[in-house]
């Protein structure tokens, strides 16, 4: 896909007009994300609903100015993209603090950026990575929030029991990734790879946009490619950091169909655009 952004259309945030509704109707949207077995079918929904055999380009937040948030993602959906990467950071397993589900009662607060006013707000599919300590602790309330691709880091210091975190995951009804480091090899993975629903590779140290995509991650790719087709499994393989439209072409030559764009996907200094691919 290639296209271009499109300027948001009014000047009152979209987020703020779509959760005043959402209140003024008796709160009824507010009463979908309480009830597990709708947020179910939501998440497997949308997602099965896309071809791994196409390339998935998933602009993320972490891009965006936080002040205009609502108006810039809204403006990446318009561009076309299916997918947005929502990063959660705790300060602790990487050195940055995002946001969380919602810390107001889901989205009580207009001006508060959660993943709940994200999923309020968008069609486009939220895929969220949670780069925190103990994620399992978390994982009810983002998929509440409307978390339809719930990632998890495999490294111990991060999910202690991973393939515990990934049926939990499932087991709420979202789709369920593994995510390494760049110094992580495959072998931490490989005995969840016929559970998962997508594995992530990062091509960057976690934790801030605008890095310098790790050129050794390209094999790591491949190699992942190549366990998966011997494991005869099919989970979505995405790669995250650094990726621009003049590298994208080797990690999709290399096996992978889903791409974060970072700071290639939205500007915060201009209008946002997606990534051409
Ligand atoms: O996980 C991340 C950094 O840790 C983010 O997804 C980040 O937004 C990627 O940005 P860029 O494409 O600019 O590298
Ligand atoms: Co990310």
């Known amino acids: 896909m290639a296209a271009t952004a499109s300027s948001p259309s009014s000047s009152l945030c979209a987020t703020t007009v779509l959760l005043r509704k959402g209140n003024l109707n008796g ?16 998440a497997t929904v949308r997602v099965d609903k896309f071809s791994k055999s196409d390339i998935i380009v998933s602009p993320s937040i972490l891009s965006a100015n936080f002040s205009k948030l609502g108006e810039q993602v809204k ?34 607060y207009y001006f508060e950026p ?14 969220l990575l949670q780069m925190i300590v103990e994620p399992e602790q978390r994982v009810p309330d983002f998929i509440k929030a409307g978390a339809d ?3 998890v880091h495999c490294e111990q210091s991060s999910t202690i029991h991973l393939h ?24 931490a993975i490989e005995y ?10 990062m091509s960057v140290n976690p934790g801030f946009g605008g890095q310098s995509f790790i050129e050794s991650q390209v094999k790591k790719i491949s190699e992942l490619r190549r366990l998966c087709a011997e494991k005869g499994v099919n989970p979505w393989i995405e790669v995250d950091g650094g990726v621009t439209p003049s590298n994208a072409y080797k990690v ?16 915060t200094s201009k209008r946002p655009v997606a990534l051409p691919v």
């Open 75 to 108: 403006a990446v959906e318009v561009a076309g993209c299916d997918w947005i990467h929502v990063d959660v950071m705790d300060g602790r397993f990487v050195p940055n603090i995002t946001i969380g589900p919602s810390l107001s009662g889901r989205g009580k």
């Open 164 to 187: 515990r975190t990934v049926n939990q995951i499932k087991s709420l009804g979202a789709k369920a990734g593994v995510v390494l480091n760049p110094a992580t090899p495959l072998s």
């Open 149 to 151: 691709i719930v990632s």
């Open 114 to 127: 959660s993943v709940f006013l994200l999923s309020k707000l968008l069609v486009m599919k939220i895929s």
């Open 27 to 42: 709160g009824g949207r507010l009463a979908t994300h309480s009830l597990l077995p709708q947020t179910t079918v939501r």
């Open 192 to 201: 969840v790879l016929d559970v998962v629903d997508l594995v992530l590779i």
């Open 252 to 267: 999709i030559e290399a096996g992978a169909n889903a791409l974060v764009a970072g700071s290639a996907g939205i500007k």
